[in-house]
């Protein structure tokens, strides 16, 4: 049995070519580890990208033998196929260098189709208490742990052939905030994701569901929305109380 | 363009097809039974003229036909061409149009 692995790694830019690295096989080895040991012992020039190393801050997706995938959660014996790797950089996205690519668009495109907060309140107000009961608090929570890894984003055709397309990250995005009672002006919210390049562009092909990391279902969400052109927005429930007991209203 | 007028399309787009989808059947039916015995002018007016029935089946079948169709190539253009929105818009308002009234027309003729 050979302790080897041939691995090989996107180099240049979108012009560039894949170049092959014999790199010693471990034990528990994730394809970070592998792209790490490479950029270490063979090629101190290769550009990647990384943080926490343990799926939580969405840096290190990458194509790994042409799926996209969060690499610091992935090990080696689960992709590694005649004994070999091809990792590249993500799908969709501009490539800056090697494995690196520009995020810019993927947060451009969240802005764009409105897939930020918007609270109607300060700093001064109460905060709002959510019962993780409610009707709108179950149907956020099934979206709310993005990564913002843009793995969906890279998977998705649509992404690939339509520039305008928010993506799957988005939109599932939008549908947790017309989810959150907190949330201001939702209808607005829900017009600006059937904008051109909204959910109405999505083909319900999957992609985004099937390859995300953390198990969210982004097709779900952008279903959801779709639906909602129909039934109207969805019902979030009442905020239980939006009064802090700072027990400056008892009685002394 | 408003946001929430794209949302009305998709509403449109979606609602026209639900129509059309038992209006298709019937009319496909219609035409099988209808050639059956051969196929003439006479029999068609026949059973049109004067018919409200048939006038409001067809006429709702135009109609439907014409918001579905524009709506559903607006995003194909919007997709696959270089075309400007304008032009897609312009496109299809052009393209209901002319199923609106070609289609009316043709109800009203055999009525």
Redesign the interface.
Known sequence: MTNKISVSIWRGKSDGEYQTYEVELRENQTVLDIVTEVQRQHEPSLAYRFACRVGVCGSCAMTVNGVPRWTCRTHVNQVTKNNSLTIGPLRNLPVIKDLVVDMKPFFKKWQTAGASFTGGKTRHDPVATISSESPGRKAADAGIECINCAVCYSACDVVG??D?YAGPAALNRIWTLVNDERQVNK??V???A???G?C??CHSQGNCTRHCPVELSPSESIAAL?RS??MGLPKTGAVESNKIDTGADRES | ????L??H???AQ?ATALLLAPLVVVHLVLIMIAVKNGLTADEILSRTRGNVLWAVFYGLFVVAAAVHAPLGVR?VL???TPLS?QLVDAFCVFLFLLLLLAGLRAVVAVY
């Open positions: 052939w339509d305008s209808r607005a829900l017009d600006a059937f904008a051109d909204g109405g562009s779709k052109a129909f | 363009m408003r946001a929430s794209q949302r399309f998709y509403v979606r995003n919007r997709e696959w929105q």
